[in-house]
């Protein structure tokens, strides 16, 4: 699946990072910590998440990740915002809970 059918699928708000899009998506990973997301989260991953600063970047652009989703309406701050349209990196948000959009997440990817 690519980030733009997830988007779709999933009713999704894309803050930035746009041209990638086309990202594929090979799984998923939820986690707050940043070190937790470093060591775990596998390349291609979804990072579901509530951190909104600057070094979601960059742990997102280090593990290759496909996407980022913030949860509860979150938003990023600007620098944050361009730092994923430099890296090509979507961050997208929802107004579900974690809960929800993992629950979500995993329904489409295992369907």
Known sequence: MKVKELVEKLGLKILSGESGLERDIDGCYISDLL??????????NIWITLQTHKNVMAVASLKELSCIILVKNLGA????????DEEEIPILQTSMTTY???????NLLNN
Do not use: F, W
């Open 35 to 44: 070190s937790d997301v470093m060591g775990n989260a596998d390349a291609g």
């Open 77 to 84: 701050n600007e620098d944050t915002l361009k730092q994923s």
């Open 100 to 106: 929800e959009i993992a629950g979500r997440v995993y």
